[in-house]
Nanobody
Framework: QVQLVESGGGSVQAGGSLRLSCAVS????????VGWFRQAPGKEREGVAA????????TYIDSVKGRFTISQDNAKNTVYLHMNSLKPEDTAMYYC??????????????????WGQGTQVTVSS
């Protein structure tokens, strides 16, 4: 089975940076997307960014453009989310997820079928 395991979360001050990692194992079809999502207590889950494993194309929601970067390291079977200029509003549990077969990516959670366990990001002012 495909497994996704997030790591790299922690507590930082506003303006700081973190790099989240999503390690992907098991049999996986490369023609699909890996996305990052976040959910704060009492709020809806929100897609943040996604990358197409085969094509390399990326997409971001407006609130993180210019601050977050999604990337992949094929040799390590890992997808990263580099987060800069963090804000308290970024505080959430962050999840990575794998999509169905697709030619392009979005940040809609219905697109994604396999989910990791999450890693907590806390940003203080």
């Amino acid at each position: 089975q495909v497994q996704l395991v997030e790591s790299g979360g922690g507590s930082v001050q506003a303006g700081g940076s973190l790099r989240l990692s999503c390690a992907v194992s098991g049999y996986i079809i490369s023609r699909r997307c890996v996305g990052w999502f976040r959910q704060a207590p009492g709020k809806e889950r929100e897609g943040v960014a996604a990358i197409h494993l085969a094509r390399g194309g990326t997409t971001y929601i407006d609130s993180v453009k210019g601050r977050f970067t999604i990337s992949q390291d094929n040799a390590k079977n890992t997808v990263y989310l580099h987060m800069n200029s963090l804000k308290p509003e970024d505080t959430a549990m962050y999840y990575c997820a794998g999509s169905r077969v697709a030619d392009s990516c979005d940040t809609q959670d219905d697109t994604y079928r396999t989910w990791g366990q999450g890693t907590q990001v806390t940003v203080s002012s």
